[in-house]
C-alpha cells in the first residue's frame, strides 16, 4: 500500500470520527448543525438516528486506522482488506448522498473524496 492511499485513508479516518464526535457530542451548538446540515435547525426528533450515525462514522473511521497500522505491523493482507472494503464502504453512500440530496454535495464530497483517492491510488 503506497504513501498516497495510506495518506487518503487517515484524511478520511479524521474527517469520519471528527464527523462522528460532532454528530454525537456537538450537534446542539447551531454552528455544527449548519456544518453538517446548512440549517440551523434541530431535528429532535432524529437525536436516535444521529447518535447512531456517530457511531458508525467513528468506527468506520477506526477501522481505516486499524488498517494503516496493520500495514506498519506487517499484515498487509488485512492491511488492504481493511483500507479497501471501507473506502468502498464510504465511497457508496457518498454518492447515494449526493444523489439523493442535492444541495448537501459538499458533505458528500467530504464523505467520499479522500477515500476514493485512497482507493485509486491503492491500484498503482
Request: net charge positive.
Amino acid at each position: 500500500m503506497n504513501v498516497v492511499t495510506q495518506v487518503f485513508a487517515l484524511l478520511a479516518a479524521l474527517i469520519h470520527i471528527g464527523v462522528g464526535t460532532q454528530e454525537r457530542f456537538f450537534y446542539h451548538r447551531p454552528a455544527v448543525r449548519i456544518f453538517l446540515t446548512t440549517s440551523t435547525a434541530d431535528a429532535p426528533g432524529v437525536t436516535l438516528w444521529r447518535s447512531g450515525a456517530a457511531v458508525c462514522n467513528t468506527l468506520l473511521g477506526l477501522g481505516l486506522v486499524a488498517g494503516v497500522v496493520a500495514l506498519h505491523t506487517g499484515d498487509t493482507t488485512a492491511a488492504r482488506a481493511l483500507v479497501g472494503y471501507l473506502c468502498g464502504f464510504l465511497i457508496v453512500p457518498a454518492v447515494l448522498f449526493a444523489l439523493s440530496f442535492p444541495r448537501l454535495w459538499r458533505g458528500a464530497l467530504g464523505q467520499g473524496l479522500a477515500p476514493a483517492v485512497a482507493l485509486v491510488a491503492a491500484q498503482f
